[in-house]
């Protein structure tokens, strides 16, 4: 089983719909991340959380929310979706340096997202 | 602000050719470097890393050096396969005050190989 896990791996849906894509990993990490990929910009972070009571916002958080339920879990979500929002969305995790991280980040396959 | 610059793709290539791919970076510290690859329908995966000057990172017959005075750290194989068909992104990583770290990606650069 892959150490991190998103659902839906594909989603299509329609203009103004809340969407919700799901994180989980068993890494045992507290780092966690939402990453958009979109062709020829690479990766960009939406969100990170440090630990379940850690939130921060990443260069495009307009039009984003996430929720970090556990150390295992953390989730995004659209509350009303834009065509502008079709991406390819991923969630990774990373390790401390007290942990022995060097900054490699893991990630989930991704979760393909359309919004007619 | 940190950054960093790929070389834009696609490159395409026949099997048995030899790879570079530029990267360059701007940092204000000293970071770790990566190659990830992504293959068709799958998430991105450390190819290889670098933590400090004049390391070099090997995996799967791909180098790279982390090159502190160009700011440079190019992705190099000897000879590629089909299956190394996939996109390469360079990142760089450095470490934030509260323990954690901050990854810079570049825009990445596809790859194709001819058999």
């Known amino acids: 089983d892959a150490d991190v896990t998103q659902t839906p791996r594909n989603r299509i849906t329609k203009t103004g719909k809340r969407i919700m894509l799901e994180c989980s990993q068993t890494?045992?990490?507290?780092?966690m991340y939402w990453y958009r990929q979109d062709p020829g910009l690479g990766l960009r972070l939406i969100y990170y959380?440090?630990?379940?009571?850690?939130?921060n916002k990443g260069e495009i958080s307009d039009g984003y929310s996430v929720s970090r339920q556990a150390q295992a879990k953390f989730s995004l979500s659209l509350e009303s979706a834009i065509p502008n929002q079709t991406a390819l969305y991923f969630c990774?995790?990373?390790?401390?340096?007290?942990?022995?991280?060097?900054?490699?980040?893991?990630f989930g396959e991704g979760s393909r997202l359309t919004v007619l | 602000g940190n950054s960093v610059t790929q070389m834009e793709g696609p490159v395409t290539l026949s099997e048995e050719a030899f790879l570079t791919i530029n990267c360059t970076y701007t940092?204000?510290?000293?970071?770790?470097l990566f190659w990830y690859v992504q293959y068709p329908g799958e998430g991105l995966q450390l190819l290889l890393k670098a933590t400090k000057a004049d390391d070099k990172g090997s995996n799967k017959g791909f180098e790279a050096t982390y090159r502190k005075e160009t700011t440079s750290f190019h992705l190099e194989k000897g000879s590629v396969q089909v299956s190394d068909s996939a996109v390469y992104f360079c990142?760089?990583?450095?470490?934030?005050?509260?323990?954690?770290?901050?990854?810079?990606f570049g825009a990445g650069t596809r790859l194709f190989v001819k058999a």
């Open positions: 940092a204000t510290g000293y970071p770790s």
């Open positions: 890494k045992g990490h507290d780092r």
């Open positions: 959380s440090f630990d379940v009571k850690d939130i």
């Open positions: 990142a760089l990583s450095e470490l934030g005050y509260t323990g954690g770290f901050k990854t810079i």
């Open positions: 990774a995790t990373s390790g401390t340096r007290s942990e022995g991280g060097t900054g490699e980040l893991f």
